[in-house]
């Protein structure tokens, strides 16, 4: 670096930049991270167990709808 530059970026005694901190593209305030995706627990054989009973319950009430068709 040189003198100019080292003499910019110094910290004053409360911890703050110079006065050319405001010009200074490098000093911009960093974006926050995107958010990470969701993780779902695997449900395994109560899972599937839902998912037959859905099925069958779908499958009764379309037979009570069609029979009165």
Same mark, same amino acid.
């Given at each position: ?18 006065? +050319?901190?405001? +010009? ?25 167990? #839902? #998912? ?12 009570? #709808? +069609?029979?009165?068709?």
């Amino acid at each position: 670096m040189s003198a100019s530059i080292a003499s910019d970026k110094m910290h004053t005694d409360d911890g703050s930049q110079g006065e +050319n901190n405001a +010009n200074d593209p490098s000093q911009e305030e960093a974006k926050p991270a995107p958010p990470a995706m969701p993780t779902f627990p695997e449900g395994g054989s109560k899972a599937w167990g #839902v #998912v037959i009973g859905c099925w069958c319950t779908s499958f009764a009430s379309f037979g009570i #709808v +069609n029979s009165f068709g």
